[in-house]
Nanobody
Framework: QVQLVESGGGLVQPGESLRLSCAASGITFSFYTVGWYRQAPGKQRELVATITRGEATTYADSVKGRFTISRDNGKNTVYLEMNSLKPEDTAVYYC????????????WGQGTQVTVSS
């Protein structure tokens, strides 16, 4: 059974930082490109960042320079370090794992809420 379990969300003030984690089980983690997506109320889910097995990264323009994605294949975990948070970063953040060859094979976590508010 495949599971992606996110943690680390919460309520922070603008300018503060959070670190999200996503622990995967039931998959050969290194075979997957992993990433983070987010969905704000009333909006579509959008890409935040992805990282390949070879640690090539992509970022949404809105988070470049503030967010950093990383992965630890030994721990089957992907991280999202979020700095200089803004109210517009408020959303449910979802972990995603997509097979690097069979790209139709993908899994999602249950989501973790991030709220940025003063």
């Amino acid at each position: 059974q495949v599971q992606l379990v996110e943690s680390g969300g919460g309520l922070v003030q603008p300018g503060e930082s959070l670190r999200l984690s996503c622990a995967a089980s039931g998959i050969t983690f290194s075979f997957y490109t992993v990433g983070w997506y987010r969905q704000a109320p009333g909006k579509q889910r959008e890409l935040v960042a992805t990282i390949t097995r070879g640690e090539a990264t992509t970022y949404a323009d809105s988070v470049k320079g503030r967010f950093t994605i990383s992965r630890d294949n030994g721990k089957n975990t992907v991280y999202l370090e979020m700095n200089s948070l803004k109210p517009e970063d408020t959303a449910v953040y979802y972990c995603n794992a997509r097979h690097r060859i069979v790209t139709s094979t993908e899994y999602w976590g249950q989501g973790t809420q991030v709220t940025v508010s003063s």
